[in-house]
């Protein structure tokens, strides 16, 4: 398969939604184009792609695993490291993750393949794709690790920390259920500290302290690289 065919099972619509990250990076690799041919039309969440799903009709998640596991979901994977990490470290949790990028896709495709880690599924677009179709309260877990910054400020209202991707990303977290944010940039934190309580979350904490079981990923070790701080804020869905 080309890689213009590889990308094409990825539903890519890019009009459907304004999506200002990058869907290509550098040219993919043999092995990159294998694992995207391969692997990735099985770990995608049945129902949720436009072939399967024109309609977009709600979809039930207990389908994803086949049971009634708890499902966390990881937006922004980027190469894949953190949501590899958590499924080896909680096998009986089903993981969901949203990556746009098609070479992060192919990233994540190849560590799934060296870790054998069964306990994942792969949304190769738009997190908001997902939330259409997700019913209410059926996340319990959301780790959303150093979003596109967007520094220019007339670009922060494409930040992730805005109403119009927090309320349904509220609506489909449970009670309880707790939002991971990791940052490196000041102004972030402070749009965060704005926002995501109007969306229906408690701060518990804001602390310059990793979480117990994060690793640390590609992104943060290039905000290391250039000196910039890290941020980890932890909220819980009321
Ligand atoms: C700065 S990168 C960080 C990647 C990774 N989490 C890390 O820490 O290395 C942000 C990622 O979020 C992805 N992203 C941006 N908007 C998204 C959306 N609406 N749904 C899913 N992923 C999104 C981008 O494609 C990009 O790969």
Request: aromatic letters at 8%; hydrophobic letters at 35%; proline letters at 8%.
């Amino acid at each position: 398969m080309t890689n213009d065919n590889a990308e094409n099972q990825r539903d890519t619509a890019p009009d459907r939604r304004n999506f200002y990250g990058r869907h290509h990076g550098k040219t993919l690799r043999s092995s990159q184009k294998t694992y995207l041919q391969e692997d990735l039309e099985r770990l995608r969440p049945p129902g949720t792609s436009r072939t399967d799903n024109p309609d977009r009709t709600p979809v039930n998640p207990a389908q994803f695993f086949g049971d009634a596991r708890p499902l966390w979901l990881e937006i922004g994977f980027g190469g894949g490291e953190h949501l590899v990490h958590m499924a080896a470290l909680n096998p009986n949790v089903g993981i969901i993750g949203c990556e746009p990028f098609v070479n992060g896709v192919a990233m994540l495709l190849g560590k799934i393949r060296q870790a054998d880690v069964t306990n994942l599924r792969v949304h190769p677009e738009d997190v908001r794709d997902l939330f259409d179709i997700l019913p209410d309260a059926c996340i319990a877990k959301t780790f959303l690790n150093y979003p596109d910054p967007w520094p220019k400020a007339r670009h922060h209202r494409r930040r992730f920390v805005t109403q119009n991707h927090l309320k349904p990303l509220a609506r489909v977290m449970q009670p309880g259920a707790e939002l991971r944010i990791a940052t490196d940039i000041d102004d972030y934190v402070r749009q965060t500290l704005e926002e995501v309580p109007q969306a229906g979350f408690n701060l518990l904490s804001n602390t310059a302290t990793p979480w117990a079981d994060w690793i640390s990923t590609r992104y943060e070790q290039k905000a290391i690289r250039e000196g910039r701080p890290q941020h980890y804020l932890t909220y819980r869905r009321k």
